[in-house]
């Protein structure tokens, strides 16, 4: 069944069915990921995926060398919930055994030091996308599960070089704390003091309040609190979470405030403010309201399908803008096109591949509620277009406690 809203200035906005929504999402997320799944899964990646490179590049060189670990890192972090997933449509079950296939050995490619695929593990970038590397295999025990033991080992290796990088006084704590509770959480030997100090941080120092958080000392008006912050620290906590329990339990309250938050920014033909640095990682933005749906938290104010409505619309809206996808099916630099002078300075290519977070949701079962739900105007639809069914918006007063000492 078709649903069509009516927004103002006549625009229209098509949603489609639960179901249907759902084929959509996973059509787009065979398009973004096949390129480098299937290609790193015969060792060609090196040899197939083209280097594209910000205009304003800062170290050419460097990032040449890492642009194959972000694209996978960060497709696999994003494509990881619907991996560990059954059932839905006949062909969506081919599909999921079809790229389960390729994970299994695309992951033994990348952590191969004899294949001509072996990724780049040491260094300020390879920390940021090995821990998304590390997110993916969180969020997917299935293919941990289906490893072999010497891949295992060989991931244990290269995740432990990380180990050589300090991390920024920023978001990039979360980066080893989200490897170290991937070790946590397999039963590897693990260093606490990582996860202490990024939690400790953000839960003391640099919450602003209103669900949200400061990235580092200085508040950055972008989109980060959702490419990495709050769903890399619900992740961590989801390890480690008994030690953090007051602290979980109010991260859960300020993860639903920026979720309401993410929804209201979503305009009526799926547009969204373009303000901040990393815009050029496309519907990623909404990395956290697509985690927070996966967990089933939403807030009361948001139903499953208004939500479900509103992030269809930003898929189609950025993954569907002309221009999206270069020869053979890479993504091109861009929002919604291929649009180079918005990459900033450490943009690659294979940075791009983080909107793959915004398919988290396809973790859920076809009859949850977030794809059985009828769709349903989101805010800006309801709002712009003259319903009375609005309430108004209310910030979150919430006090954090302090963290226990180690």
Known sequence: MRIAFLAVG???????????????????????????????????????????????????????????????????????????????????????????????????????????????????????????FALGLLRCPWLW????????????????????????????????????????????????????????????????????????????????????IQPFLLAVLDVTGARYRDFSLRMEKIAQRYAELQERLIGVDGSYPVTGRSITYRCGAFHALADVALRGQLPATLTPGQV??????????????PGTFAKEGWLNIGLAGHQERLADAYITGGSEYLCTEVFLPLGLSSSDAFWAAPAAPWTAVKVWGGEDSVDADHALDERLPTVPSA
């Open 10 to 132: 006549l625009v229209w906005v098509l949603c489609v069915s639960g179901q249907g929504d759902r084929a959509l999402w996973v059509s787009y997320l065979d398009a973004v990921s096949r390129p480098v799944m299937s290609a790193l899964a015969e060792d060609r990646l090196h040899a197939s995926m083209p280097v594209v490179l910000s205009v304003r590049i800062d170290n050419a060189t460097e990032r040449r060398r890492v642009t194959y670990l972000e694209a996978f890192g960060r497709t696999l972090s994003g494509i990881g919930p619907w991996l560990n997933g059954e059932g839905g449509a006949a062909e969506e079950v081919a599909l999921r055994r079809q790229y389960r296939e390729w994970t299994l050995k695309a992951v033994a490619n990348a952590v191969n030091p004899h294949a001509r695929d072996y990724m780049v593990w040491k260094g300020g970038q390879p920390l940021v996308d090995a821990a998304f």
């Open 145 to 228: 599960q289906h490893l072999d033991t010497a891949v295992r080992q060989q991931v244990v290796i290269a995740l432990r070089e990380t180990r050589a990088t300090m991390a920024g006084y920023s978001n990039w704590l979360l980066f080893p704390a989200v490897i170290e509770a991937f070790f946590c959480k397999y039963g590897y030997d693990y260093d606490a003091m990582r996860i202490e100090f990024a939690v400790r941080e953000f839960s003391q120092h640099w919450y602003l309040g209103d669900g949200t958080f400061a990235d580092g000392p200085a508040m950055h008006q972008d989109y980060y609190n959702s490419y990495v």
């Open 308 to 321: 479900r409505s509103a992030l269809t619309a930003v898929i189609r809206r950025t993954l569907g803008s």
